[in-house]
C-alpha cells in the first residue's frame, strides 16, 4: 500500500486492554509519523446478532451490518483513498473486516490489521493478524512475537526517559517503580504483609533510591489500607492508592524506572515494561501461586532473561538477579514483523 494520503483507521471497543494494543499497533504502522490517524468507537452488540452477521459474513451487505456497531453517516468523512484498518479486542473482528468490505466497494484501497484471536472468523477477511501464540510463527496471514504491542511503544524511548524523569522530579536518583494488581480465581500475589515487608526490605537496603507504588482498579481497599498505614510517612516512598481515588501517569512511572516490580497476574503491565525495555522482577512470596498459564507465560520470558522471578523467603542477592537479565529492543523486533503489511 502505498503511503501517499494514508490514512490510520483505529477502532475502539472502549476498553483499555485492547485500546493500548492497538496504539502500539498503529505507533508501528506510523514510525514516520507520515499518516494521518483516525480513530472511531464502535458499539458493544448482542451475541445474538454477532453469531448472525459471522454466519453471514460473506453475503451481508457491510454498510447494513456496520449499522449495528456504528453510525454509518461517520464514514463520510474518511475522504482518504487509502485506508489500513488496526483494532484489538474480539469486539472489533466483525466491524474490522465489514469495515474492509465496505471501503473496498467504495473503491479505496483498504487493509486491515486485528490483534487477537479470530472466534472462528476466517484468516482470509484480514491482512494481518496479530498473535503472541507461537503455533502462528511463519503462518501468513499472523504475524507472530511474544510480546505484544501497547502504547508504551515508542520510537522516541530515550526522550521520553529523560521527560518522565524531569516529569517525577528524580533526574538525579534511581528509580523502582512496584505495580500491584489483584489475585484472580487461579493464581495469588502474595499477601499485604509479604509486599510490605519486602518493600521495607528494599527501602533499607537501597535508600538512594525513590520508590514510586501503584495499585490498580483490581487491588482490594484492604491491600490498599495497609499500604497507607505502612508508608504514608516514608518520604522515600510514593503511593498511588487508585481504589482510594488517586492517580498517577502510569506511563511516566514505567518510563522513569530503572528497576519495575509487578505483580505477576497483571500480564498487559509486564508487556508494557518490557516493551519500554526495562529491567522487571516478579515477586514470589510464601504465600504465591500461579496457575499453569501465568507459569509457562513468565518462564518463557525468564528464559529469555527478560525478567526474572524472585523468590523473597530465598533471596539473597537482589542485584545479581537484577544483573542477569537482558532488555530486549522490543520496538525493533515489533517493526521489523509489521514492516511488510
Not at 505507533?27 to 490517524?37: A, R, S
Not at 482518504?80 to 474490522?96: C, K, Q
Not at 533526574?171 to 484472580?184: F, P, R, S
Not at 491491600?223 to 510514593?238: V, Y
Request: with cysteine; proline share 4%.
Amino acid at each position: 500500500m502505498e503511503n501517499s494520503h494514508l490514512m490510520i483507521l483505529a477502532l475502539t471497543d472502549g476498553k483499555a486492554g485492547h485500546e493500548t494494543q492497538t496504539k502500539g499497533v498503529v505507533t508501528l504502522l506510523n514510525n514516520g509519523n507520515q499518516y494521518e490517524v483516525q480513530w472511531l468507537k464502535i458499539y458493544k452488540v448482542s451475541k445474538l446478532t454477532k453469531h448472525i452477521l459471522k454466519a453471514f459474513l460473506a453475503i451481508v451487505s457491510p454498510k447494513w451490518a456496520l449499522g449495528f456497531y456504528l453510525d454509518t453517516v461517520q464514514l463520510q468523512a474518511f475522504q482518504s483513498d487509502n485506508i489500513l484498518l488496526v483494532s484489538a479486542g474480539g469486539e472489533t473482528l466483525l466491524p474490522n473486516a465489514l469495515l474492509k468490505k465496505y471501503f473496498q466497494q467504495q473503491g479505496k484501497a483498504t487493509k486491515n490489521v486485528i490483534a487477537t484471536s479470530l472466534r472462528g472468523i476466517p484468516a482470509c477477511y484480514f491482512d494481518a493478524v496479530f498473535t503472541i501464540d507461537d503455533k502462528y510463527k511463519n503462518q501468513k496471514p499472523f504475524i507472530y512475537y511474544p510480546i505484544a504491542p501497547n502504547k508504551q511503544l515508542t520510537f522516541q524511548l530515550e526522550h521520553r526517559v529523560q521527560q518522565a524523569k524531569q516529569n517525577l522530579d528524580c533526574m538525579e536518583q534511581k528509580v523502582l517503580i512496584i505495580l500491584i494488581g489483584a489475585d484472580t480465581k487461579t493464581s495469588k500475589i502474595g499477601t499485604s504483609y509479604e509486599w510490605i515487608e519486602w518493600i521495607k526490605y528494599l527501602a533499607r537496603n537501597y535508600p538512594n533510591w525513590k520508590i514510586l507504588i501503584s495499585t490498580s482498579r483490581r487491588t482490594p481497599e484492604d491491600f490498599e489500607k495497609d499500604l497507607q498505614q505502612a508508608f504514608t510517612r516514608n518520604p522515600q516512598i510514593a503511593l498511588t492508592l487508585v481504589n482510594h481515588g488517586q492517580q498517577c501517569d502510569i506511563a511516566d512511572y514505567i518510563y522513569a524506572a530503572d528497576l519495575i516490580i509487578c505483580s505477576p497476574e497483571s500480564t498487559s503491565m509486564i508487556s508494557e515494561a518490557l516493551v519500554s525495555e526495562k529491567k522487571v522482577l516478579i515477586p514470589v512470596f510464601k504465600s504465591s501461586v500461579f496457575d499453569k498459564e501465568l507459569e509457562n507465560y513468565l518462564a518463557k520470558f525468564e528464559q529469555e532473561r527478560w525478567l526474572s522471578k524472585v523468590y523473597i523467603d530465598k533471596m539473597a542477592d537482589l542485584i545479581g538477579v537484577v544483573e542477569k537479565i537482558t532488555p530486549q529492543k522490543h520496538r525493533m523486533n515489533l517493526l521489523d514483523q509489521f514492516k511488510n503489511i
